[in-house]
């Protein structure tokens, strides 16, 4: 395994508690609760504030109109400055549940847009978004004023489960001014428990066991292949836990999507890729089922000199 893949390794499973980059002020982090308990808390006081709390559902009601997280309003009062009716939260959110850590997990979204245009993201994927991230008494800990481009194995764990849900724009149109305009893309909130945010990491401005309520924008997304093998990463997940690090095909240390040969038959995977295009998950020579490039069995090469 060469340092460019150890300097890989290190800052893409380490950086999964990053959906921001805070100062550098110094902040205190308490021993870990039990998640099991913590989760009860945080599904408690998320309840609460999703049945006390509104926003204003008749402001989106043009389906043609892109809009955008500012003008998402969220407060405890009924009506609007207009005196129109607000939308309590909780009648409109959708629940989700997802496994972390080997504990399950509760979260909330409210759907706006859910986009119908661009693909959906992979667990894996670089994504282009606008956010703002807030607490749950309102106070603001980030926001983003152009899209932020973040790679989805560097954000809370919550980013994951909630924006595989939603499409990218439908188009995207390059301004003469050189502005992007995008049209049609995934759009909401998510309510996510401190399990699925930053749990006892706290950061500046967000306290420890915070639950994490997150405006977004969903622009783009592309997927990544970390070991520029021919197998996208999100592909490397073999056994379909969305955990790429626990996947080892041949069981020397480096994870398969980091791993150049993954079934250490002394062929490197882009060159099981037998067809020539450019995916080396179809190449199967003795018909098992299973692909050359995770088969030891199978040494077929596309060079012609190995």
């Not at 706290?202 to 021919?230: A, C, H, R, T």
Request: aromatic share 12%.
């Amino acid at each position: 395994m060469n340092y460019k893949n150890i300097f890989i390794l290190i800052t893409t499973i380490a950086a999964v508690f990053f959906a921001c980059t805070p100062d550098d002020d110094e902040v205190s982090i308490p021993p870990p609760r039990d998640r099991g308990e913590q989760q009860i808390t945080d599904d408690e006081l998320l309840l609460e504030y999703l049945q006390t709390h509104y926003y204003n559902k008749s402001f989106f009601s043009d389906p043609t109109i892109d809009y955008s997280k500012e003008d998402i309003i969220i407060s405890e009062s009924p009506l609007d400055e207009d005196g129109n009716p607000n939308e309590l939260l909780w009648n409109d959110v959708t629940l989700g549940m997802t496994s972390y850590l080997e504990q399950d997990y509760v979260y909330y979204v409210l759907d706006l847009n859910p986009g119908l245009g661009g693909p959906q993201p992979n667990f894996t994927d670089n994504i282009s978004i606008n956010y703002t991230g807030l607490l749950q008494d309102g106070d603001i800990f980030d926001s983003s004023v152009n899209p932020a481009v973040f790679n989805l194995l560097g954000v809370v764990p919550g980013w994951k489960d909630v924006l595989q849900d939603f499409k990218t724009a439908e188009s995207i149109f390059e301004n003469s001014d050189g502005t992007v305009t995008y049209s049609n893309y995934g759009f909401g909130v998510m309510f996510l428990p401190s399990g699925l945010g930053y749990f006892n990491q706290g950061q500046v401005g967000i306290p420890s066991y915070s639950n994490l309520i997150f405006k977004f924008e969903l622009y783009d997304s592309s997927p990544v292949d970390n070991d520029s093998d021919g197998v996208l990463t999100h592909i490397e997940d073999v056994n379909g836990n969305e955990n790429i690090a626990d996947d080892d095909t041949d069981g020397d240390g480096v994870p398969n999507f980091l791993d150049v040969d993954d079934d250490g038959d002394g062929v490197l995977t882009i060159y099981e890729d037998l067809n020539n295009d450019g995916d080396p998950t179809n190449d199967d020579s003795d018909g098992d089922g299973i692909p050359n490039y995770l088969d030891a069995d199978s040494t077929e090469s596309n060079q012609t000199d190995t």
